[in-house]
């Protein structure tokens, strides 16, 4: 969930504009969309006070996301979809009962109890979204966390900087990591880098930053393109509803989503937008996925 400060908005009007009047962009949608796995939701109190839960389902359906991470702030708010379909939304455990908790939940010393309570209670795949900067790296709490993670095999999602990627990993290097973002200032360098320095943990969600990857023209910049062509088994795709105009806006995104996989080669596409986050948190491919 990014803050106030960095998310892009479309920022790039430039792009925006060339994606709406791009005329492969909205063309009439083949019957059978390639499937997405959006690693990065959010449906927290306020948005299912709009927007039910069986809406939300409609939306992920209409728009083929086959499986979807969720996470809640409370917690409690994604219980509901997980019941409704258990087969299609892959929960993630929150740390924050409130929004307040989203710049000290790394105060609480009673937090890791309390997630560890939880987890024994649902059928989680992973914890967070966690926002930590870097005067945060040294929290007791943030430690205790790495450590639940590891111990029970689950993911992090994990809003900060390399230097938090990495006291992660230094932590516990069983630690396995879906870093939102592109990071919180991409570089295509950096990025490389960091996969480099964690080869088998690391992997990044590219969420809110889908204006970032192209051009005036909306043509997938080169530095990006050959960044998931080298490493096509480390990315992966979302949406991120940190609002409720980000679910009502939902279709759009998925669809500029869309526009740039289709400019990778199939099979490198075909990992980012689903397969990756599948076999990161629902286990091997069956030999005959398509």
Same mark, same amino acid.
């Given at each position: ?11 790039? +009007? ?6 709406? /009047? ?20 959010? !449906? ?10 069986? +809406? ?27 019941? &409704? ?7 993630? /455990?929150?740390? !924050? ?26 059928? !989680?795949?992973?914890?967070?979204? &966690? ?50 973002? &592109? ?108």
């Amino acid at each position: 969930m990014p803050t106030r400060t960095t998310p892009d908005r479309w920022a790039a +009007a430039g792009i925006w504009v060339a994606l709406l /009047l791009s005329p492969s962009l909205f063309a009439q949608p083949s019957p059978e969309p390639a499937p997405l796995f959006d690693t990065h939701l959010h !449906y927290n109190a306020d948005q299912s006070e709009a927007m039910p839960p069986e +809406a939300i389902l409609e939306m992920l359906e209409r728009h083929g996301v086959e499986h979807a991470v969720v996470t809640g702030t409370p917690p409690e708010t994604v219980d509901g979809l997980a019941r &409704l379909a258990p087969d299609r939304i892959v929960p993630f /455990l929150g740390a !924050y009962q409130s929004r307040a908790d989203k710049t000290n939940w790394m105060d609480q010393p009673g937090l890791p109890d309390r997630m560890e309570r939880q987890l024994d209670t649902g059928n !989680y795949r992973g914890i967070g979204e &966690l926002h930590v900067v870097g005067r945060d790296n040294d929290s007791p709490v943030l430690e205790r966390v790495v450590e639940i993670a590891a111990e029970r095999d689950l993911v992090l999602s994990i809003h900060g900087d390399l230097a938090v990627i990495d006291r992660i990993f230094a932590i516990d290097p069983r630690a396995r990591v879906l870093w939102a973002h &592109l990071g919180t200032d991409p570089d295509p360098t950096v990025l490389r880098a960091a996969l480099a320095r964690h080869p088998h943990g690391l992997f990044i969600d590219t969420s809110v930053r889908d204006a970032r990857l192209l051009d005036d023209a909306g043509k997938l910049l080169p530095s990006w393109r050959a960044l998931f062509v080298d490493h096509p088994n480390r990315f992966v795709i979302g949406v991120d509803t940190f609002s409720l105009s980000r679910w009502q806006r939902f279709g759009e995104v998925t669809a500029v989503i869309r526009h740039w996989l289709d400019q990778l080669p199939p099979s490198v596409a075909r990992r980012i937008g689903r397969d990756n986050a599948r076999e990161l948190l629902l286990g091997p491919l069956q030999q005959d996925t398509p």
